[in-house]
């Protein structure tokens, strides 16, 4: 859960909260060591006062115990807890070798003559003193030694609150103290990380940012040195420059196409307008010859107002195809009229037959672009005419198929040689050669969110682009 | 009872009386007096005020000895290693050959005290019968109050005193007997009326925690004794002008005030005779 969230996060954040984290987690490592170490050295402390405590009354006591001096024993424990460090005895009981107490600091409570067991009941030896910080009572049982015997025995109950009062002290300035620097250098780790980041924020921000593709990152947002983040802006900054480099190059390339593609045309539409010239200066001639013969000259006029509009539709429709580029016109009926004159001349000049078809109504052309259709179309023509070489067969069908346009070209010829497929069927480069215009069919058809097939049957390469009619209008 | 305390202040007024100004011919051998718990002996103020005055008074050094038993100052004083010391009436009369009385502590216009029997202020008991079976503090096994006649009452009730109590210890100091009943270490107490008195006056906090019971007769106040063959010495006859005319200098009447004392005077043996009866009892018991 808390994984996925952080996942979504940007890295630079994630990083950052990492990094943090970390610190955390070794202030925290760091405070419970320095606890553990802490509370082993408060209790050994303890256990060694109480040890001295015990030896000390020991010590006073022993002489007076043999002789069961019970004044002597009981103004020895009770000067012993007035004194300073006797402040800590809370209670003291001293018995002889019968476990009878002699003397005790409060002798209402271990009255004497009385068994110590009472009392020993919640005590610890020394031997098995477990002492534990936070303890506020520590209650010993030990034995009173004089000369080399035991006397007697002793039980005496400490207070060490202030100990433990001051271990509490101690851990909880210790934890806030832990707790601050680990906080800060959480910060500080955090800080430290999204500056090291930003580059890679920048970077992904210039990588995902519009729809233009890559986008060049200042450099005055690139770290200066040789940092390994600063050479990776620079090589991303390197990388777009040759992405649109070669965007730059491949509109070229089609640009200059669609000049190839009428190139190609130019000299048969160069005689397509010079044969009818001939007779049409003929019927000039005629006219001026025979000026006086309304009869001829009416025909002759027929015949110059018939080859001159065919001329005028050759040129318009070689204008049509350079200038409907830049214009956003819809595909119309006629645009495949155009094509079928502007392709007449080759054909005619390599003697080939076409087969033209178009079935397709207004409405479902209407939702396409004129501009990239006719270029695709010319195309296909173009390279189905060259590939069926002179006296082949061409056809060119247009129909609805569904909610698309579907584009049939198809030739005689000996088909398509690899390259060429791959150039019209996969986006892969290919390297520098003939069928340029196949490359940009493809581009063109892809742009429209089209799709291409290719197959052949019966000794007959066949061609077909499905175009999908976007939102058309009629339906609505 | 604090003795390295005042057995460092004892070590200092020494040092101080050591360099006093000489007195008569042969004064040079200090006098030694000795003292034991019969007074309020953890008192260093007291017992450097006595010190000064005695010095003063005697024009030589003057040597205090404290000792913790009426015992061994007793044998000191027999053996020489004391000039003079100031004792219980018991010991006295228990060497009443051998010592003699150079002056006896006037309190309360009379040189006589009393024996308290103390326990402690919510004990029910209402005399000495009601404490039998009970734990008892005595001061001293040489002690008139603090031991001999509380040991001569149970005799003169007709118990045997080694058993009428449970368990009896043995403080070696007055004010220690009030210390034990106060602190409850034992029932009751046998104690030195006057130092009872004088605790009340001056530690209200520790005598109040203790309620006297019962007071026996009056009895002689203990006494300053030295050895009876040694009486003649001009050092003794020196102490005692000193000691009966402690009034008449400021130091003296200092020392005097800090005991709660009116003065020492010379008193017959008489004095002491209800103690002596005290003891008759006792033998007869024995």
């Not at chain 1, 233009?212 to 390994?228: A, V």
Request: with cysteine.
């Amino acid at each position: 859960m808390i994984l996925r969230w952080l996942g979504r996060l940007p890295l630079a954040v994630r990083v950052s909260v990492l990094a943090a984290g970390l610190m955390v987690g070794l202030g925290i490592i760091a405070s419970q060591q320095v606890l553990v170490s802490l509370t082993r050295s408060q209790e050994s402390r303890l256990r060694e006062l109480v040890r001295l405590h015990v030896d000390g009354l020991s010590i006073a006591l022993g002489p007076a115990v043999l002789r069961e001096d019970v004044w002597e024993v009981f103004d020895t424990l009770d000067r012993a807890s007035r004194a300073g460090e006797g402040r800590r005895m809370v209670m003291t009981a001293v018995a002889d070798s019968e476990g009878l107490i002699l003397a005790a600091t409060d002798p209402r409570n271990a009255p004497l003559g009385s068994p110590l067991s009472a009392l020993a009941a919640s005590a610890r030896t020394l031997e098995d003193l477990e002492v534990h910080a936070g303890d506020e009572r520590i209650s010993v049982l030990a034995p009173l030694s004089y000369q080399g015997r035991e006397v007697g025995k002793i039980v005496t109950v400490l207070d060490v609150s202030d100990l433990a009062a001051e271990q509490r002290r101690t851990q909880l300035w210790l934890l806030l103290g832990n707790v601050a620097s680990t906080l800060l250098l959480a910060l500080a780790g955090y800080v430290a990380m999204r500056r090291m980041l930003r580059p890679i924020s920048t970077l992904a921000g210039h990588m995902s940012a519009g729809t233009g593709g890559l986008e060049l990152i200042p450099e005055r947002e690139i770290p200066r040195g040789d940092s390994e983040v600063g050479r990776l802006l620079r090589t991303y900054n390197s990388m777009a420059r040759a992405v649109h480099e070669q965007a730059e190059a491949k509109r070229r390339l089609a640009e200059r196409e669609r000049f190839v593609s009428l190139g190609r045309l130019a000299s048969s539409l160069a005689h397509e307008i010079n044969n009818p010239l001939g007779g049409l200066l003929n019927a000039v001639d005629t006219i001026a010859r025979f000026a006086d013969r309304p009869e001829v000259v009416r025909k002759s006029a027929d015949l110059l107002q018939r080859g001159l509009g065919h001329l005028r539709d050759v040129s318009r429709a070689a204008l049509e195809q350079n200038r409907l580029d830049t214009s956003d016109m819809p595909l119309r009926a006629e645009d495949f009229e155009d094509l079928q004159l502007l392709m007449g001349p080759e054909i005619q000049r390599q003697q080939q037959e076409l087969a033209w078809e178009v079935e397709a109504g207004p409405a479902c052309l209407d939702g396409l672009p004129a501009a990239p259709v006719r270029q695709i179309a010319l195309n296909l023509l173009l390279n189905a005419s060259a590939a069926a070489a002179r006296g082949g067969h061409v056809g060119m069908s247009v129909r609805r198929a569904g909610d698309a346009l579907e584009l049939v070209v198809e030739d005689d010829g000996p088909g398509l040689p690899p390259k060429a497929l791959a150039r019209l069927l996969s986006p892969e480069p290919t390297g520098p050669g003939p069928g340029m215009g196949l490359r940009v069919v493809r581009d063109l058809v892809a742009a429209l969110g089209g799709r291409i097939e290719h197959r052949r049957e019966n000794a007959v390469t066949v061609i077909a682009v499905r175009l999908p009619v976007p939102g058309r209008r009629d339906a609505a | 009872m604090q003795p390295a305390l005042s057995r460092r202040a004892f070590t200092l007024t020494a040092a101080a009386a050591a360099i006093l100004p000489a007195g008569p011919a042969g004064a040079e051998t200090p006098i030694r007096f000795g003292l034991t718990p019969v007074f309020l002996d953890n008192d260093a103020e007291v017992i450097d005020l006595m010190h000064a005055a005695l010095a003063e008074g005697m024009g030589r050094p003057v040597e205090l000895v404290q000792r913790r038993t009426y015992e061994e100052v007793t044998a000191l004083l027999l053996e020489g290693g004391v000039d003079a010391a100031w004792v219980c009436g018991y010991p006295y009369l228990q060497h009443r050959k051998a010592l003699t009385l150079i002056g006896v502590p006037v309190w309360q216009g009379k040189p006589l005290y009393r024996s308290y029997l103390i326990v402690a202020p919510d004990d029910p008991a209402r005399g000495l019968a009601d404490l039998a079976g009970g734990t008892h503090a005595f001061s001293d096994p040489n002690s008139n109050s603090g031991w001999l006649v509380t040991t001569t009452d149970i005799i003169r009730m007709g118990r045997r005193p080694e058993t009428f109590f449970a368990r009896s210890i043995f403080t070696y100091g007055h004010r220690n007997v009030v210390r034990a009943v106060a602190a409850g270490l034992t029932r009751s107490g046998s104690v030195d009326g006057y130092v009872w008195e004088v605790l009340k006056l001056e530690e209200p906090g520790l005598a109040g925690r203790t309620r006297v019971v019962t007071r026996s007769e009056w009895l002689g106040f203990p006494p300053i004794v030295c050895r009876a063959d040694r009486a003649g010495e001009e050092g003794i006859r020196s102490l005692h002008r000193v000691l009966l005319e402690l009034p008449q200098t400021e130091t003296g009447r200092r020392t005097l005030a800090a005991l709660h004392l009116d003065a020492i005077a010379d008193e017959p043996p008489s004095v002491f005779d209800g103690i002596a009866a005290r003891m008759a009892d006792l033998e007869a018991a024995g």
